[in-house]
T-cell receptor, first 112, second 110 residues
């Protein structure tokens, strides 16, 4: 069972560069999420997609864009990376509000 | 807005000690409550959940009871093991996406 797969696992960017973090799930889940994890801050929601074709902002959306490409895939794009975006990014998915969310292994991003 | 507050860590215990990690929440309505665990280098995984007041979630010897009157969901385990060393997150689901606390690091020594 693959579950939630994120790529890449590690990435170093220079300030101003762009990149897309990929996420795919094979559990036929409707909802998908992007979180960032920073020391002492816990996990903060960047964007979520309640269903295919919809996306909504979370707590910290500035500097990011997302695309729900289809039911399986939900990508996160940094158009112009900044050092403040150095973080560990987690993608997650769930069936609906009352069920377990499944997390990917994370992407450790460093912006220099 | 909706939020979760959990005790600051790190928590350091000896094997077989009793564990309590406090969690309180602020939310409108009656959200579902969760505890997630993150082992080093991994993503989060669900430990237990409760969906209504007075529900008790339990898994792997861990328990937590949904207390609406005190807006709390404290995590407990009677006898911790070295393998329980991890970061524990309390979370609530108000209807859109999970909202997490800042996490509590547990370190258990033998």
């Amino acid at each position: 069972n693959a579950g939630v797969t994120q790529t890449p696992k590690f990435q170093v960017l220079k300030t101003g560069q762009s990149m897309t973090l990929q996420c795919a799930q094979d559990m036929n889940h409707n909802s998908m999420y992007w979180y960032r994890q920073d020391p002492g801050m816990g996990l903060r929601l960047i964007y979520y997609s309640a269903s295919e074709g919809t996306t909504d902002k979370g707590e910290v959306p500035n500097g990011y864009n997302v695309s729900r490409l289809n039911k399986r895939e939900f990508s996160l794009r940094l158009e112009s990376a900044a050092p403040s975006q150095t973080s560990v990014y987690f993608c997650a998915s769930s069936t609906h509000w009352n069920t377990e969310a499944f997390f990917g292994q994370g992407t450790r991003l460093t912006v220099v | 807005g909706d939020s979760v507050t959990q005790m600051e860590g790190p928590v350091t215990l000896s094997e077989e000690a009793f564990l309590t990690i406090n969690c309180t929440y602020t939310a409108t309505g009656y959200p579902s409550l969760f505890w997630y665990v993150q082992y080093p280098g991994e993503g989060l995984q669900l430990l237990l959940k409760a969906t209504k007041a007075d529900d008790k979630g339990s898994n792997k010897g861990f328990e937590a009871t949904y207390r609406k009157e005190t807006t709390s969901f404290h995590l407990e385990k009677g006898s911790v093991q070295v393998s329980d060393s991890a970061v524990y997150f309390c979370a609530l689901y108000p209807g859109t996406a999970l909202i997490f606390g800042k996490g509590t690091t547990l370190s258990v020594s033998s």
